[in-house]
DNA sequence: TTTCATTTTTGTAATGATTACAATAATAAG
DNA sequence: CTTATTATTGTAATCATTACAAAAATGAAA
């Protein structure tokens, strides 16, 4: 399912910027910050300002259509795949990298409403590590 | 272990600041901000200051004598509570619950060094639910 | 098309948690 | 007691994010 019928699939009208932000994100694994949202658009849309990027990226992960990730406390960065899975972030090349997670037993919340679930690993990454 | 133990421990002096901020964190469970931690504190110690809040969280936290749960994006909270366990943040009522876990699979990480682990839901929990 | 209302986008200013830093106070060693 | 080191404090700076109002774009109705 391609950008636009994705934010139509949610009732967001999707404009050309809508589009921009959400295409990017999905055809990105680095979970992108804000700034690094709007240098990569902004060669091809000169008039983007970095209020629209932040505006857009809280529509979106609002809707449900994309996901904070809060891994860094210094900024949020965001990613499209809003399924099931783990954020590592490697300490030594600062990269943020996705791992499949089974198994977790959250049985100690029964009786919950739970809408959010997040799963943060930090260390060094195993391509890091062959370095030294 | 009490405040003054575990902080020799670590090798980190136990002054009387350190030890009444380590001590509150072992006596609550309600995770604190840094402003929280000030305001229980202030009256005992009228000379305290939320610079040395911020200082000595921060050493505790580097020291591994206490966790950053950063659940909510506004604030940093504290633990002094380090074993492995899950946060849950309501957001009925902003309040942030343990809860255990058990049976994470990681293998998708083998050859990765793990420092640090966090699990964070978030939703509505039974008390709130309850009061409807 | 023209008009009008609504929505989107933009730029600037404000917010507020955290950090940097330098000065002061307390502590430990000799 | 003196001196060096460490701890604590207060103020100023930082910087990501939000608030807000103006401008631009869009859509519906006539």
């Known amino acids: 399912m391609n950008a636009a019928e994705r934010l139509a699939g949610k009732e967001v009208r999707p404009s050309m910027l809508r589009i921009a932000v959400l295409e990017y ?32 990226t809280k529509l979106l992960t609002e809707k449900g259509l994309t996901k904070a990730i809060t891994i860094d406390e210094k900024q949020i960065r965001y990613d499209a795949d809003v399924s099931m899975h783990g954020h590592f972030l490697c300490e030594r090349c600062g990269r943020v990298l996705d791992f499949s997670l089974t198994g977790i037993s959250d049985g100690a919340l029964d009786g919950f409403h739970i809408h959010t679930k997040e799963v943060y690993y930090s260390g060094v990454c195993k391509s890091c590590l062959k370095d030294e």
């Open 25 to 56: 994100l999905m055809h990105t694994k680095a979970h992108p910050t804000i700034e690094e949202i709007y240098h990569a658009l902004h060669p091809k849309i000169p008039t983007l300002s970095k209020t629209s990027v932040y505006n857009i």
